[in-house]
């Protein structure tokens, strides 16, 4: 919610950018507290798939989560981004030598879930900008909602992936955190300055509301949230941690209804209500 407000801002790239700094200052600070050092002690195999977890699902995945957020508003991004275990479970799969083929049950799960979306995506709100037919907008902001969900699924499994390496050991959540936002951090600023955006980027630190809403959104999200994921990561199956994480459908919608007055009608509700059933679904033994 916090991001939504700030995107419509000071844009995707403006929240991008700055989020990640601020969340990489806070990392680095509790990583200090927590561990008594500031940078983490992992092995350069652990560095690379950590990294790459935070440029796929941090960098890609989060630039498009932001750009769904100011499209379709944050509602329907959640909802599509409850998608994300599919692709974490399909990741598993390929990546992980461990798991074992897609069962029956994972494929009801897919199906189920995706059907969930589905009903949501169809539903007809009455926002201003739906009536006035603003329907290409509307198609951009599902395809990067996509965009957010395979980058989410595939970041868990290369989390894991790079959590899990050392024998016997499991590294340290804030770690493991501080590391995906550190690679995250480099390649979205890389991305402002490739894409020309680092004007536009500077001028949106003069939007003081913006940059509120923003740090706030740090805090709460990939310093907190992340972080908390991490824990989950790593003391739980990957596919049971994103199960819960992907619960936000069902906690957003009495948010946006006192925020943003956005009422959800009984499609909205069952839409959301099918999804998650499709999630757990994914997992059960």
């Not at 989060?62 to 100011?70: E, M, N, P, R, T």
């Not at 890389?190 to 940059?211: E, F, H, N, S, Y």
């Amino acid at each position: 919610m916090l991001f939504t407000s700030a995107g419509k801002r000071i844009g995707a790239f403006g929240v991008n950018a700055y989020r990640t700094s601020m969340a990489i200052g806070l990392l680095v600070c509790a990583h200090l507290v927590f561990l008594g050092v500031l940078v983490p002690a992992a092995t350069g195999a652990q560095w690379f798939w950590m990294g790459l977890s935070g440029v796929v699902g941090l960098g890609v995945g989060d630039f498009g989560l932001f750009a769904a957020y100011i499209m379709i508003g944050p509602r329907r991004s959640v909802l599509i981004q409850a998608s994300s275990p599919i692709f974490a479970a399909l990741g598993a799969y390929i990546m992980l030598p461990q798991s074992a083929a897609l069962s029956p049950m994972t494929v009801l799960g897919i199906a189920v879930t995706l059907t969930g979306i589905v009903v949501v995506l169809l539903e007809r709100g009455e926002a201003a900008e739906e009536r006035s037919g603003a329907r290409k907008l509307w198609r951009w902001g599902v395809l990067f909602g996509v965009v957010s969900a395979m980058g989410q699924g595939f970041g868990v499994v290369l989390s894991k992936l790079g959590m899990s390496l050392v024998a016997g050991e499991t590294m340290n959540p804030i770690s493991a955190a501080l590391i995906r936002m550190l690679l995250a951090g480099v390649f979205v600023w890389t991305c402002v300055l490739l894409a020309g955006k680092l004007p536009a980027v500077q001028k949106a630190a003069k939007d003081r509301k913006g940059i509120k809403y923003t740090a706030a959104g740090a805090v709460i999200g990939p310093f907190l949230g992340m972080t908390l994921s991490m824990v989950a990561i790593a003391g739980a199956q990957a596919g049971v941690a994103q199960t819960l994480m992907s619960l936000m459908p069902i906690f957003i919608i009495p948010v946006v209804w006192i925020a943003y007055r956005e009422k959800t009608n009984w499609r909205g509700i069952l839409g959301a209500a099918i999804a998650v059933a499709g999630v757990a679904i994914l997992f059960l033994p």
